[in-house]
């Protein structure tokens, strides 16, 4: 009988677990309610106009256009039963698994604070990127149209949150307001426009070397952005932001990097305990405790580093042990989901084989952060950091190597390359779903 392997997600994780079924004996099917797969990395250039919607996704159906095991299902997952070894989908059908890996990602995590959710732009999917160019570049024609409801053509735009997206959409807010008055003549005043970057923490990147969290901040203050570390957000309004120092900012944009969290998601349905950002508490081999045949992968597991927390049985897949903390825990990384993806497929591998699972092991090939053109910070795994225009070099030949489709590179690098020798007009273009008013209310069409 040939066994089922249902993968939710086509993410890095969910792709890299149906790539390894390629050519297998299995009946795989990947399901997700998009029909593309999303270079998450690329996403703040969507949403700064450096790139096109379609330079960022590539359709799902084409990556395993030669893999005759592999189908696609468009669709969204309700429900999983585990019992039942069924998921359910919105128009009702059901499908049956003999294996389930689950690779649903995470969504924004606001942290409880008033108005965040509401009144903030998330970069998430590239629906989220979308709205967001749709949003500033709206923003950016109505300070050219109405300079005097926007403190005389002087707008505030605001990002929270000191990680990797949020450094990287802070230094490419610059650049779009750079390009937008130097190349299309939009009446901005520059001297008077702020960029402030808000994090809690003590310092930017924090899960990198302290160098490079200095390198960032430093060039982010070169650029003109304004830094304000320690500085927590107490509630965000329509128009307005309050920070716990008292301050209040009056935004255009208020852009939202300030963590993940997976509670809401599907995977948050699963009967298991939740670690830290509610991500799931899997077994060493990456498998549900209790449930060996439901592997959780990529931003939505609480994925090991390597050292057994607990110990889990090939057998039945139970564990045992306290709930991991951060540190016990692989970062939420485009390497960990195809790393971790490519594991849970091996384990069904083996268990279909009657062989035993193996624990997963994180190999760290480093980290990246870009702070703009010309300027990015590679971490190796042995501690060293490349600043600056090598830096910035290593994170485009590396993305290149990892996204999807000759078509996709071919564009993406040609963009790139032309960027670096110059500022070219660029794909800016405002299409529907978000109107700004003269008096800077957004409206979603």
């Known amino acids: 009988m040939t066994h089922r392997v249902v993968v939710l997600g086509g993410g890095f994780a969910g792709l890299s677990a149906a790539k390894r079924l390629g050519k297998s004996q299995l009946d795989v099917i990947v399901i997700d309610q998009h029909n593309f797969h999303t270079f998450q990395p690329l996403l703040y250039q969507v949403a700064t106009a450096g790139l096109e919607p379609a330079d960022a996704a590539y359709p799902i159906r084409s990556v395993f256009r030669q893999s005759q095991n592999i189908s696609f299902r468009h669709g969204r997952v309700t429900q999983i039963c585990p019992d039942d070894r069924i ?47 749709n949003r500033l570049l709206s923003t950016l024609e109505s300070v050219d149209s109405h300079p005097e409801s926007w403190n005389g053509g002087a707008p505030v735009f605001v990002v ?7 450094v990287e959409i802070a230094g490419a807010i610059v650049e779009l307001l750079d390009v937008s008055v130097h190349h299309d003549r939009l009446r901005i005043d520059r001297e008077r426009t702020r960029v402030i970057l808000v994090d809690a923490l003590g310092r930017l990147l924090s899960g990198f070397d302290e160098r490079a969290s200095q390198y960032a901040e430093s060039t982010l203050a070169s650029r003109g952005i304004e830094v304000r570390l320690r500085t927590a957000v107490a509630e965000v309004s329509q128009d307005a932001v309050a920070l716990s120092d008292g301050e209040t900012i009056s935004p255009a944009v208020v852009v939202w990097a300030g963590g993940m969290t997976v509670a809401g998601t599907l995977a948050a349905q699963l009967p298991a305990e ?12 990456l ?37 991991p903390s951060s540190k016990q825990l692989c970062p939420q990384l485009a390497q960990v989901a195809i790393q971790s993806g490519e594991h849970a497929a091996s384990q069904v ?51 290149l190597v990892y996204l999807i489709g000759f078509r996709n590179r071919l564009k993406v690098l040609i963009n790139w390359w032309w960027r670096y020798l110059d500022w070219p007009s660029g794909p800016r273009l405002i299409v529907a779903d978000v109107e700004v008013d003269r008096d800077g209310t957004a409206e979603v069409a």
């Not at 083996?350 to 480093?366: I, M, W």
């Open 87 to 133: 998921v359910v989908l919105t128009d009702g059908s059901e499908l049956y698994y003999d294996f389930l890996i689950v690779a649903t990602g995470a969504a924004a995590a606001f942290h409880g604070i008033p108005g965040a959710s509401s009144h903030t732009s998330a970069l998430y999917t590239l629906a989220d990127a979308r709205r967001l160019r």
């Open 160 to 166: 929270i949150g000191g990680g990797p997206t949020g």
């Open 274 to 285: 939740a670690g830290p950002g509610q991500r799931v508490v899997v077994a060493p081999d």
């Open 287 to 323: 498998s549900l405790p209790g449930h060996p045949e439901i592997f959780v992968v990529g931003d939505a597991s609480a994925v090991p580093r390597g050292a057994a927390r607990m110990t889990a049985s090939p057998t039945d897949g139970t564990a045992a042990g306290d709930v």
């Open 349 to 399: 591998l083996n268990r279909v084989a009657g062989l035993s699972t193996q624990p997963f092991a994180y190999h760290d090939k480093g980290m990246m952060a870009t702070i703009g053109r010309r300027a990015a910070i590679t971490q190796l795994p042995n501690g060293m950091v490349i600043r600056g225009t090598m830096g910035w070099f290593g994170w485009l030949g590396l993305h």
